[in-house]
């Protein structure tokens, strides 16, 4: 008795991951109509080898607890990227450079990050069903670094933090850390980028409704 119980337990069990799985395998970006222009994405190093990496999705250190890219690298699409190397050069002289938290980010990464964040803290992820402007290679998060030193600056948050500190009009903190953050964000905004109203770190790129939602994985990026 005992044991023909057991079979249908299985088979139910059986079909509830094989739906979990195929639901999971199906997701795919939204459908966008209009015109986009070809995808050009360019690995930031390669234009510019002082930035300097922190890409913390290719480690536990992250909102997933887990690595969610096998590859440390990060890309914009090129107009956004150049931009960015203006930002450096604009900052060196000042004594800091950018430090790079990411850049482009495939959409099944983004449908991750929304699947795992609880409804509080949804702010501070995007909708999979829209995309993110990380997915469409024109979003970076980044900060600075002291290029004496090397090391990341301190701003009013952390990078990721899910809370009131990681608001760009956040008045808490130091006058130093404010200071450093209203740095970031002028010098960004000076070649064509804005911050995001949530996160001090977060900024896009102002093309990004000329490219469409990015899905590749960047060891297929040319
Ligand atoms: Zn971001």
Same mark, same amino acid.
């Given at each position: 008795m005992v044991k023909s119980m057991k079979q249908p337990v299985i088979l139910l069990l059986l079909s509830a991951i094989t739906y979990i799985f195929l639901s999971g395998c199906a997701a795919k970006p939204p459908h966008e109509e209009g015109d986009f222009i070809n995808p050009d994405l360019v690995e930031l190093i390669k234009l510019d /080898?002082?930035?300097?990496?922190?890409?913390?999705?290719?480690?536990?250190?992250n909102i997933a607890g887990k /690595?969610?890219?096998t590859e440390a690298r990060a890309f914009l699409q090129r107009p956004a990227a150049e931009a960015l190397v203006r930002v450096n050069e604009k900052l060196k002289p000042l004594g800091y450079g950018l430090l790079i938290f990411d850049g482009y980010r495939p959409w099944s990464v983004t449908k991750l990050f929304w699947d795992i964040t609880p409804d509080e803290n949804k702010e501070f992820v995007a909708d999979p069903k829209k995309g993110s402007k990380h997915n469409r290679g024109c979003a970076a998060d980044l900060t600075l670094y002291d290029l004496k030193t090397g090391k990341e600056i301190t701003m009013t948050g952390v990078y990721?933090?899910?809370?009131?500190?990681?608001? /760009?009009?956040?008045?808490?903190?130091t006058e130093e850390q404010r200071r450093m953050r209203d740095l970031l964000r002028t010098n960004m905004e000076s070649e064509g980028f804005t911050v995001y109203e949530y996160e001090w770190w977060h900024f896009d790129y102002k093309?990004?409704?000329?490219y469409r939602i990015g899905n590749i994985p960047f060891s297929k990026i040319k």
């Open positions: /080898p002082t930035f300097k990496l922190d890409i913390r999705y290719a480690t536990s250190n /690595p969610v890219y990721d933090e899910m809370s009131e500190r990681s608001y /760009p009009y956040y008045t808490g903190g093309d990004w409704k000329r």
